[in-house]
């Protein structure tokens, strides 16, 4: 396990890294820790995995919603569905 001092030093580097940068590597993490998790027989409980999905959808700037949405809204309004 690394040291404080060694810690430290990885934080160094990770502060000097561009967003988009930062953003792969937070994926290379995720995946890491899941490997870890599952290799450990441990099981993401839901919440986390909301809170991934919530976090992969922010992250998201295809645009994807903003064109989609209003087509979703008038249908919705149109059949006029109560849940």
Excluded at 21 to 49: D, H, R, T, W
Aim: aromatic residues 4%; without cysteine; glycine residues 2%.
């Amino acid at each position: 396990m690394p040291t404080t001092m060694q810690l430290d030093e990885i934080l160094q580097q990770i502060e000097s890294l561009s967003l988009e940068q930062l953003l792969e590597l937070k994926e290379k993490v995720k995946a890491l820790i899941e490997k870890k998790s599952s290799s450990s027989g441990q099981i993401e409980n839901s919440l986390e995995k909301i809170i991934a999905l919530v976090d992969e959808w922010m992250a998201d700037e295809s645009g994807y919603d903003e064109e989609n949405y209003p087509e979703i809204e008038a249908a919705l309004k149109e059949s006029k569905i109560s849940i």
